[in-house]
Antibody, heavy 123, light 110 residues
Framework: QVTLRESGPALVRPTQTLTLTCTFS??????????ASWLRQPPGKAPEWLAR???????FYNTSLRTRLAISKDTSKNQVILTLSNVDPMDTATYYC???????????????WGQGILVTVSS | QSALTQPPSASGAPGQSIVISCSGS????????VNWYRQLPGTAPQLVIY???VRASGVPDRFSGSKSGTSASLAISGLQSEDEGDYYC???????????FGAGTRLTVL
């Protein structure tokens, strides 16, 4: 059974760095073609893709946020970590991790999602 | 403002059929496959359709996807109350170099 679970702070102060962890069960981050993404969804809005990390440690970022984002993985713990620096109230959102698939037609989609974690940025 | 346009709402009576549209541009739908996600309140999005027409595991054949030019559609036949939720189209966007989501369509089964 595949499960993804996000963890991290519920409240972050403006200008601080947000660090989120996604723990995978039932999937190994070292498996060839294993890819994981972080997305976020502000209240009442659509999801937004943030970053992706692949089994071979390739990393990809949302171009509008790349200077503030960093994605990494700890294969010993089967975890993917996201940091978002210099947070602002506009970063208030539910943050999700998701397994990312790229199929033979180069289609990019998310087939397993974590439950999400609501992060509020406020002083 | 999203690069994709979806109607904000759709509705239908049980048993009826509805179609949710998603309009984009050459840089997204025109060049790439479209995926559809459904989200129930307070839960994570779930994959419904990928590669324009392929149903995700466990999705009933009442759901079907299509694409033509720079537009895509999700059709649901034999509406059931459990089909309610927010539906998002999400293709890759070549200009943004990443996947992009539509603003979502809230489906209500009357």
């Amino acid at each position: 059974q595949v499960t993804l679970r996000e963890s991290g702070p519920a409240l972050v102060r403006p200008t601080q760095t947000l660090t989120l962890t996604c723990t995978f069960s039932g999937l190994s981050l070292t498996t060839t073609a294993m890819r994981a993404s972080w997305l976020r969804q502000p209240p009442g809005k659509a999801p937004e893709w943030l970053a992706r990390i692949d089994w071979d440690d390739d990393k990809f970022y949302n171009t509008s946020l790349r200077t503030r984002l960093a994605i990494s993985k700890d294969t010993s713990k089967n975890q993917v970590i996201l940091t978002l620096s210099n947070v602002d109230p506009m970063d208030t959102a539910t943050y999700y991790c998701a397994r990312t698939r790229i199929d033979s037609a180069s289609n990019f989609f998310f087939d397993f999602w974590g439950q999400g974690i609501l992060v509020t940025v406020s002083s | 403002q999203s690069a994709l346009t979806q109607p904000p709402s759709a509705s239908g009576a049980p048993g009826q059929s509805i179609v949710i549209s998603c309009s984009g541009s050459r840089s997204n739908i025109g060049t790439n496959s479209v995926n559809w996600y459904r989200q129930l309140p307070g839960t994570a999005p779930q994959l419904v359709i990928y590669d324009n027409i392929v149903r995700a595991s466990g999705v009933p054949d009442r759901f079907s996807g299509s694409k033509s030019g720079t537009s895509a559609s999700l059709a649901i036949s034999g509406l059931q109350s459990e089909d309610e939720g927010d539906y998002y189209c999400a293709p890759w966007d070549d200009t943004l170099s990443g996947p992009v989501f539509g603003a979502g369509t809230r489906l209500t089964v009357l």
